[in-house]
């Protein structure tokens, strides 16, 4: 049973990645001060989700996580608000090589701006609902 609980996970990964879109070429450039293997291929947004694989073997800690997505990309969204705008999207997950643990922002444009722009807003969406853990089971 857990041989085919594991060849189903394998096969379901190989999946979304297969059908997952490429990081615009626009973007690509707010991404290169990550430890990412390949920008055009560990970094996709499909369906409003803007996945982002870290190249590291093991999980990340919680603080890394939240530094990619608050210091990183929430920064580069502030920086350039007119590029991101054209993209919708509504979560932001970091993983990395081993994709079993991910740390996912539950929101968008707005928020990122928000956290950059508005009093208390950082420590509101730094927080659950809005930012949380998951794990694969």
């Known amino acids: 049973m857990k041989k085919y609980l594991l060849l189903f996970s394998t096969l379901l990964s190989f999946c979304f990645s297969v059908f997952a879109a490429p990081l615009p ?3 690509v450039s707010d991404f290169k001060g990550l430890n990412i293997q390949d920008v055009r291929q560990d970094i996709t947004l499909t369906d409003g989700i ?17 530094s990619v997505i608050f210091d990183d ?8 608000p007119e590029i ?46 809005y930012f949380v853990e998951w794990q694969r089971e």
């Open 50 to 66: 803007l996945w982002i694989k870290l190249n590291y073997d093991a999980p990340i800690p919680e603080t890394m996580g939240s």
């Open 25 to 27: 070429k626009e973007l």
């Open 84 to 129: 991101w705008k054209k993209y919708n999207i509504k979560q932001i997950r970091v993983t990395t090589l081993v994709e079993w643990k991910a740390y996912v922002f539950n929101g968008g444009v707005k928020e990122c701006l928000d956290v950059w722009t508005k009093n208390g807003a950082a420590e509101k969406y730094k927080q659950s609902p």
């Open 73 to 80: 990309v929430c920064i580069s969204v502030y920086q350039r």
